[in-house]
Nanobody, 123 residues
Framework: VQLQASGGGLVQAGGSLRLSCAAS????????VGWFRQAPGKEREFVAS????????AYVDSVKDRFSISRDNAKNTVYLQMNNLKPEDTAVYYC?????????????????WGQGTLVTVSS
């Protein structure tokens, strides 16, 4: 099982980044995928998730209207487009594959986790 998150980096406040999460078709299966983040000294938190079909998404309130999750099942890749980034978005971002089809927000419902990619937003 291997999830490869990429796309992190250093960006100024107000800027944009697009994160990618790639895995094998076997790893993604017919399952939802989510993004989580962990800031220094804080617990890991839910950011966004997308159902297997892509028809349903969920976001934490703090990123609604700024972040957008999408997936390309033909490429076995999930994306997180992050716009209007703020310093408080600074964190290591992780992608994860859920046990089920739906866009769940609960960490306990995810079974496979990637290694994380660092996003740093400067003020």
């Amino acid at each position: 099982v291997q999830l490869q998150a990429s796309g992190g980096g250093l960006v100024q406040a107000g800027g944009s980044l697009r994160l990618s999460c790639a895995a094998s078709k076997r790893t993604f299966g017919n399952n939802a995928v989510g993004w989580f983040r962990q800031a220094p000294g804080k617990e890991r938190e839910f950011v966004a998730s997308i159902s297997w079909s892509g028809g349903r998404t969920a976001y934490v309130d703090s990123v609604k209207d700024r972040f957008s999750i999408s997936r390309d099942n033909a490429k076995n890749t999930v994306y997180l487009q992050m716009n209007n980034l703020k310093p408080e978005d600074t964190a290591v971002y992780y992608c994860a594959v859920a046990r089920g089809l739906g866009a769940t927000t609960f960490q306990s419902e995810y079974r496979y986790w990637g290694q994380g990619t660092l996003v740093t937003v400067s003020s």
